[in-house]
């Protein structure tokens, strides 16, 4: 098996529609692509008759120089097919470990998970290299998350070492509110993606978990 050549990081982890349209989400993610990002996720909502193979290569080459790992959400088959890190999961898997060895090459795996501690029990077990907690707040990009008890994510932090993000209506104003909880990062779709300056978006997340660090020594 290759070694991984890229990492999960700590901070912000991005999620990007490949609905939107290439050209604008390539420009947006051009400013943005020598920030530290702890990933970058394509969400899997491809428009009907979208190239997905062309779509996931011009995100991927666009990172190929960067530290930040390139995922695509659930489908193994662009997985197969495309230069990328990894594959960000939204429920476990029947046939997981097939699925991995069936792609040949070491690869990054992490995967949503709710009140129900039974997926990152799962998790831990198959050594994911990440979990995510969705959703901590109400978002309209994570509609079929149920929200999160703040307890279940002090719990997941007791059992399990992997490293822990957390998602779901995010924004720099509400992350004061999770400074009890001690995690590694923190998704994001359209609070980054659909602002007007992407980078400087960023930043305002990335200020106010610096902030969070420098406080709590968390991340």
Request: net charge negative; with cysteine.
């Amino acid at each position: 098996m290759m070694e991984l050549k890229k990492k999960i990081n700590n901070g912000v982890y991005l999620v990007v529609s490949p609905s939107m349209d290439l050209n604008v989400m390539l420009t947006k993610l051009e400013s943005i692509r020598i920030e530290n990002l702890a990933a970058l996720q394509i969400w899997d909502c491809f428009n009907p008759n979208d190239d997905a193979v062309t779509i996931v290569n011009a995100i991927a080459d666009l990172f190929a120089g960067s530290t930040t790992p390139v995922l695509i959400n659930n489908r193994w088959d662009l997985l197969a097919q495309c230069n990328l890190d990894g594959i960000h999961l939204d429920e476990i898997p029947k046939n997981y470990k097939q699925l991995k060895t069936a792609i040949g090459k070491d690869i990054i795996v992490g995967i949503t998970c709710n009140n129900d501690l039974e997926t990152a029990k799962w998790a831990d077990e198959n050594l994911l290299d990440y979990i995510s907690f969705c959703s901590m707040f109400p978002s309209s990009t994570a509609t079929s998350c149920e929200l999160v008890n703040p307890e279940t994510v002090i719990k997941a932090q007791n059992m399990f070492k992997m490293p822990l993000f957390l998602a779901g209506g995010i924004k720099p104003e509400n992350l004061e509110s999770l400074n009890n909880l001690n995690y590694d990062g923190i998704a994001v779709v359209s609070g980054i993606m659909e602002a007007k300056h992407p980078n400087q978006a960023l930043k305002n997340y990335q200020n106010k978990l610096n902030i969070y660090e420098n406080e709590n020594n968390h991340l």
